[in-house]
Structures are given as C-alpha cells and as structure tokens.
C-alpha cells in the first residue's frame, strides 16, 4: 500500500475510534523497537500533547516562545490556575520500572526510587532562571510512550538546583543541559498530578 493510503486509513481508523495520542504514540514505540531501536520515539514533541491532555492545559501554538514573550519558558497554559506550565519527561527502559515501581530486590530490600531528570537548556543566565520561578514545573513519566505519571515538583526546589547548577558552572562549559533532579522517594519535593494506575504486571 502507498504511504499516502496508509496515512488516509490510519487517519480514518483514528478519527472513527477516536484514538488517543497517547495511544498511537505507544504503537509508534512498539515499530521501533521490532526494529532494533530502544527509545525510538525519545526527543519528541507529542509528549507535550499527551500530558496536556491528561493534566487539562492548552498547548503553546509555537514550541520556543520568545525571550520577550509572556509564555517564554513554557510548553502550555493551565487555564484553571492562570500560570504557565513548563514540561520535561523522561522515558523509562525495561530495567528502570523495577525503580519506579520500587519492586522487592529480596532480603527485604527494594529496588531505590526512580530519579527523574529535567533538562533546562539555557537556563545558566540568572534572568532566565528568574523566569521559570514565575511558572509550574512538570516532569513526566513514559514507558513505551505510556504516560505513567506526571508529577509537579516544588518550584522554589527547581530554582534552587538551577541556581546552584549555574553558580557551579565552570568556565567555558555549555550553557545547555542545566538539570533538574527528582527523587521519588522524596515525596515532599513533588506533588503527584497524574497517575495512570498501570501496573508493573500489566506492562511487561
């Protein structure tokens, strides 16, 4: 079948099922790795529509608003709180649900709580640091473009590290990759916005 067709079928397929983009993104998932490539949908924008959805915000119509622009710092708007929102996702391999889900390791013990990390790329200059003090934080959860979680971490502790990032910045290095680390075992620096209920059991 010609790729035209098959994107009018799925296109068709999609709108008469109302098929979730959580949903089709998981699929997309699933084709890379029969492929051989783990992640393969990592990087991506669709994210942002996914947690969107499931938190109630409004998208940004532009991915990167301008420095002087209100939303400048944030992928969406939370119309019922009047704030911006600003989010980060990181998806998770085979390995690493055994650290979200905090499953027995035996003698009693756990696996330790997933660290989730959001990347803030220019976020060494104190002025736009300043800025994201005045938004929400999201950091979201993937496992095969499932939306696990969302969790909404202190904004005064995402300052904080950011601040403390830029202040330990030696001379000369990127001004890229300021990052923002969440442990889940520290259920004070977080508040849980989102929660799937998936369990372990039904994702392997």
Do not use: W
């Given at each position: 079948m010609h790729i035209s067709d098959q994107i009018t079928l799925l296109k068709s397929l999609i709108k008469e099922h109302n098929i979730s983009i959580e949903a089709q993104s998981s699929v997309l998932y699933t084709s890379c790795e029969e492929r051989g490539m783990q992640k393969g949908t990592d990087k991506t924008q669709f994210r942002e529509l996914i947690v969107s959805d499931n938190l109630g915000h409004k998208v940004?119509?532009?991915?990167?608003?301008?420095?002087e622009s209100e939303q400048y710092g944030s992928d969406a708007f939370d119309e019922v709180s009047g704030r911006f929102a600003e989010y980060k996702s990181k998806a998770l391999l085979d390995k690493e649900l055994r650290n979200f889900f905090q499953l027995p390791?035996?003698?009693?013990?756990?696996?330790?709580?997933?660290?989730?990390?959001?990347?803030?790329?220019?976020?060494?200059?104190?002025?736009?640091?300043?800025?994201?003090?005045?938004?929400?934080?999201?950091?979201?959860?993937?496992?095969?473009?499932?939306?696990?979680?969302?969790?909404?971490?202190?904004?005064?502790?995402?300052?904080?590290?950011?601040?403390?990032?830029?202040?330990?910045?030696?001379?000369?290095?990127?001004?890229?990759?300021?990052?923002?680390?969440?442990?889940?075992?520290?259920?004070?620096?977080?508040?849980?916005?989102?929660?799937?209920?998936?369990?372990?059991?039904?994702l392997i």
């Open positions: 940004h119509d532009k991915i990167s608003a301008g420095a390791r035996g003698n009693g013990k756990t696996f330790a709580p997933l660290v989730v990390t959001g990347v803030y790329n220019g976020a060494y200059k104190q002025e736009a640091i300043d800025k994201y003090s005045k938004i929400d934080h999201y950091f979201s959860i993937h496992y095969k473009e499932r939306n696990l979680m969302v969790i909404k971490p202190r904004t005064d502790l995402v300052i904080q590290q950011l601040t403390e990032n830029n202040a330990n910045r030696k001379p000369g290095a990127t001004t890229n990759c300021n990052t923002v680390r969440i442990n889940l075992g520290n259920t004070d620096d977080y508040e849980v916005v989102y929660d799937s209920g998936a369990t372990y059991e039904e």
